[in-house]
């Protein structure tokens, strides 16, 4: 297993750095798919500037990144090449050590002992993520804190894994719908039942909660000793929540917030934003047995309806797929999506092109391919949360399904 | 629930798409064909969109004829002298019309010599004098473009410019600078211009700092006459990759001549007649083919073409002196651009209103991307119906087996690596090995750089295709599902770049599709395999370029014999790979690394063991 996976990170770095010295790496660095106003490495560069000249780094409007990443990229400003090579590339394979609750029948010790491969294998040599690579974007980070934070809950250490929530929640606000999933996970590793009348329950959530609600006022307060000043809450949060900055990108919410008019803009806003947030509720009542899966729905969630995505955050949740593979079989689409998501991707650019350098298009075209790829991605995850489910059905009530009169049934999603 | 979810649905889909999937293939690519050809007999007249240009109704006042003679005379005198463009009598008489002057020098070394201009070390000097608009602050422009030394002489061309130049010094109306260009070495010199004027570095042209600019260029107009006297002025449209001016400007150009009483024609032909006939639908389809096949080689068809990809509208108009009875002067023409030039001097913003993307069956009629895009859409489903029936296949034979072991599943994957890697590697040396390698090949043939670098490129490709025969131990294994997998993975390439060709250059994705579809939807291993090799060999795009060369020749009611087809063919390649370089042009990365590794991977397929 070693040996494979050496392998895999070899090649992985070698592409990296290959491209690194290519003339690819300032086009790809410009694409607005892969650099968000969040995320993007020039941005983290025009904040450290400011700083280093005593300004208050969020008084323009240009830098959003939280105050610990720019003493982070403070002391690392000349090696950020090899800080965002090496930043995801071996935590994830740690991921896979956990032993499932399915019976044996469907999915063997056997295959599972290949999963951590592959999972680095399509994280490493994800096209996604070596563009985000290449780009420096600072994604990299944000899936770097909230691998650890999936780490640490496998593992069961609830400290850590609070303290790595806390730190992704703080970075991008989102990741606070990763909560329940953990809490779940980690009630579930306790063997505490979920009843709402159990003492124990309630004794575990509020050390899971009021563990990290302290890391998180611990963090906020740091950073607000780094710089002496809260300025840091409006432009990063508030920027995340209020979406002022409608560059096009890969997300949903730029062409809406360009076209609607400022009187209904706040309702809008807001009735985006709690889409983000709302499927944890029906999500956590149904798959309360299986969090590991709620786990990914979720990232999934966040990755797609976040109000400035790129190509990184769904490089974090495709990552997960090979722990899924056994679903495969009850896969029912997943050729046509595949083949939406990979067109989508290639037509990404030349729609850009189409708009910005030839003029011969306009931002309707942009949007329709940014919509198609969304669809393609819910969709997706829809085909893969029903063959969940399936599969689920299947576990308890046998794989060959017979009617009352001994015909063959079949399963159907109404 | 759907389509998509409701199972028995599926199932009858399914079934139908594997029962009838070669009739359905046959028919969509036969309707494909079928469409391209009935366009047009669909094609609605031209009409100006935009608003600000609307009537014609402008009050010309020049009589540039003998001036413009004139100018053209000594013009033409001086560059005789001194062989190349005349910089001090430019630049003299321009200053003396009143104009602000500057020249800018240039330089470059061609990658490799350019057989057709015969040149190879360039060195020039374009000469521009702009006249600034009385009343605005420079912030746009108009430019009338005149190559100095196209096709030998174009003084006439020259004269004219200065005539109007001169004329135009006078008048009071102009809201945007005019800016009057004379380039040496034809697209060389506009290139160079281009990247000066706009301060970027496309390609690696040498030139000093930029000595003067005027506003934003909103429109170009570039003028080629060879005679005193004319009988038509012809209009060029393609630019370079394919793009084409806002269709505006065209219809602005052909609303003029109609006012001025000038004949105006595209492609050198007088419009068909109206209403619907045999001959007429015969000459439309023939401009409408040629228009295809011009803008399929991504070659600009003039020195407009180059315009195009900074957002300038642009056309070339060239002065035709043919043997008709009824001459016009210069002053007709003048006249034409006085009057086109004093409409574009009235928008408010770019042209935008009308078609960025259409096709001319004939200049008074036009084909928009909503019509003709259905016929590569057609040609498209072929391929996903292909690939569909090849998946179901694939799952099928998944499920028969039950579950393999899982060495063996992934084997059969790393069975695709080989071929694949293969083909692209192919690709990137048929990319890069020409240009870069010539000093190699000058060393070992006795052949001069231009031919060695074309004669490389046939090598390499015809190199590709032996390549299966050596590499089969590698590729032994995978068995049937590996070739069925690898020609899913060869359509989908296949069909990803015609997608993104549809809309980047419309023409050249259609001829690639109606080249390589049919092999690609046809091609398997085993049985009878010679055949489908020879419709393989047939539609490999190197031939299809050949086709191209002959077939254009035909339109061009000029046919030519096989070796002169084989002289221009190679000239073709050659200037395809020039174009990249000086040009920036996109097609010969597109075929070498796009199309070629796509034939490449279903001639594996062919050969699979």
Redesign the interface.
């Known amino acids: 297993m070693a040996a494979p996976l050496v392998l895999v990170v070899l090649a992985a770095v070698t592409v990296r750095a290959a491209l690194y010295r290519s003339s690819l790496a300032v086009f790809i660095a410009e694409r607005v798919e892969v650099a968000s106003p969040l995320n993007a490495w020039k941005r983290v560069v025009e904040g450290l500037a400011l700083l280093d000249l005593g300004v208050s780094p969020y008084s323009g409007a240009i830098f959003h990144e939280t105050p610990l990443i720019i003493y982070l990229f403070h002391f690392l400003i000349e090696y950020a090449e090899l800080v965002f090579m090496f930043k995801k590339q071996k935590l994830l394979i740690e991921l896979d050590k956990y032993a499932p609750d399915v019976a044996e029948l469907i999915q063997t010790p056997m295959e599972m002992h290949y999963i951590p491969l592959k999972v680095a294998l399509f994280y490493l040599l994800n096209p996604y993520t070596v563009m985000s690579c290449v780009a420096k974007s600072t994604c990299a980070i944000n899936n770097s804190v909230i691998a650890f934070f999936i780490l640490a809950t496998i593992k069961g250490s609830a400290f850590l894994s609070a303290v790595f929530l806390a730190l992704a929640t703080y970075q991008s606000l989102y990741p606070l719908t990763l909560f329940a999933p953990a809490l779940l996970y980690l009630l579930q590793r306790q063997f505490i039942p979920i009843k709402l009348k159990s003492k124990s329950f309630w004794l575990y959530t509020m050390q899971y909660t009021s563990l990290y609600l302290c890391s998180l006022v611990v963090i906020i307060c740091l950073s607000f000793f780094l710089l002496n000043s809260w300025d840091f809450i409006p432009s990063v949060y508030g920027f995340i929540l209020s979406v002022p900055d409608l560059t096009p990108n890969i997300g949903l919410f730029w062409y809406f917030f360009a076209e609607m008019f400022e009187h209904f803009s706040l309702f809008f806003v807001c009735v985006f934003q709690i889409n983000v947030f709302f499927y944890t509720i029906p999500l956590a009542i149904k798959l309360k047995e299986h969090p590991m899966f709620f786990m990914f729905v979720q990232l999934a969630i966040i990755s797609i309806f976040k109000s400035y995505p790129t190509v990184g955050d769904i490089a974090l949740y495709m990552a997960f797929l090979p722990v899924w593979s056994h679903l495969y079989r009850f896969l029912r689409n997943i050729f046509i999506l595949s083949c939406v998501l990979i067109f989508c991707s290639f037509l990404f650019p030349v729609l850009w092109h189409l708009w910005i350098y030839a003029g011969s298009a306009n931002s309707n075209f942009y949007y329709a391919i940014t919509l198609t790829f969304n669809i393609g991605q819910i969709l997706l995850i829809s085909d893969y949360f029903y063959a969940f489910l399936r599969r689920e059905y299947y576990l308890t009530h046998g794989l060959h399904l017979t009617r009352q009169d001994g015909t063959e049934a079949m399963l159907v999603l109404k | 629930?759907g389509l998509?979810?409701?199972?028995q649905c599926?199932r009858a889909l399914g079934r139908l798409l594997l029962r009838l999937n070669t009739p359905l293939c046959v028919l969509s690519y036969l309707s494909g064909l079928a469409w391209f050809l009935l366009l047009p007999l669909l094609a609605p007249r031209t009409y100006l969109s935009e608003n600000a240009m609307g009537s014609t109704m402008v009050g010309e006042g020049s009589d540039l004829g003998p001036r413009a003679l004139a100018l053209a005379r000594d013009f033409g005198e001086h560059r005789r002298r001194e062989g190349g463009i005349p910089v001090s009598w430019l630049s003299h008489t321009m200053f003396q019309l009143g104009l602000e002057v500057h020249s800018q020098p240039f330089a470059r070394t061609l990658p490799f010599p350019d057989e057709a201009h015969e040149r190879y070390l360039v060195r020039g000097t374009n000469v521009f004098g702009v006249l600034r608009a009385p009343r605005a602050a420079s912030t746009e422009a108009l430019l009338l473009l005149v190559p100095c030394c196209e096709g030998g002489k174009n003084e006439q061309a020259v004269g004219l410019l200065l005539a109007l130049a001169g004329y135009c010094r006078g008048q009071i109306y102009w809201a945007k600078d005019l800016i009057f260009l004379v380039t040496e070495h034809d697209l060389l010199g506009t290139q160079a211009w281009l990247e000066g004027y706009h301060g970027v570095n496309l390609t690696a042209m040498q030139s000093g700092p930029f000595p003067g600019r005027a506003g934003a260029i909103q429109a170009a107009l570039a003028l080629e006459l060879s005679s005193d006297v004319l009988t038509s002025v012809d209009v060029a449209v393609e630019g370079l990759d394919g793009?084409l001016p806002n269709l505006d400007l065209l219809n602005l150009f052909q609303s003029f001549c109609h006012k001025n009483g000038l004949l105006c024609t595209l492609q050198g032909k007088l419009p068909p007649p109206e209403g619907p006939s045999g001959p007429g639908y015969a000459q439309s389809l023939r401009t409408l083919g040629l228009m295809v096949l011009g803008q399929a080689g991504g070659a600009p068809g003039g020195p407009h073409g180059l315009f195009l990809?900074f957002?300038i509208e642009a056309l070339t108009l060239r002065g035709i002196n043919s043997f008709r009875q009824h001459k016009f002067d210069l002053g007709a023409l003048g006249r034409t651009l006085e009057g086109m030039f004093r409409k574009l001097n009235n928008l408010l913003e770019?042209l935008?209103q009308s078609y960025?993307?259409y096709l001319l069956p004939s200049l008074a009629r036009f084909v928009s991307i909503g019509s003709y895009a259905p016929a590569l859409g057609l040609l498209l489903l072929v391929l996903a119906l292909r690939?569909?029936e090849l998946?179901m296949r694939l799952s099928r034979s998944e499920e028969g087996e039950g579950e393999p072991p899982?060495g063996e599943a992934r084997g059969g994957l790393l069975y695709l690596v080989p071929p694949i890697l293969i083909s692209g590697g192919a690709g990137a040396a048929l990319y890069l090995l020409p240009v870069r390698g010539q000093a190699v090949a000058t060393q070992h043939f006795p052949v001069g750089e231009a031919e060695a670098v074309v004669l490389a490129l046939i090598g390499i490709y015809v190199a590709g295709m032996a390549l299966p025969h050596s590499t089969h131990r590698a590729l032994s294994g995978g068995g049937q599902r590996g070739w069925m997998t690898l020609k899913l993975l060869a359509l989908?390439a296949l069909?990803?770049l015609l997608?993104?060709l549809a809309?980047?250059n419309f023409s050249l994705g259609f001829l690639l599709g109606v080249t390589l579809v049919p092999p690609a939807a046809a091609v398997r291993p085993g049985g009878n395999r010679l055949p489908l090799a020879l419709l393989l060999v047939l539609t490999t795009p190197g031939l299809s370029l050949f086709m191209a060369v002959l077939l254009e020749r035909e339109l061009l009611e000029a046919p030519a014999g096989l070796g002169e087809a084989w002289q221009r063919f190679l000239g073709a390649l050659g200037q395809g790979l020039l174009q990249e370089h000086l040009h920036g042009a996109h097609l010969s990365p597109l075929l070498c690394l796009g199309a070629y590794p796509c034939w490449l991977l279903l001639w594996n397929v062919l050969f699979w063991k």
Do not use: G, Y
């Open positions: 629930m998509l979810s409701d199972p599926r793009q990809r957002r770019r935008h960025f993307l690939a569909l998946w899982v989908l069909a990803l997608t993104c809309l980047l």
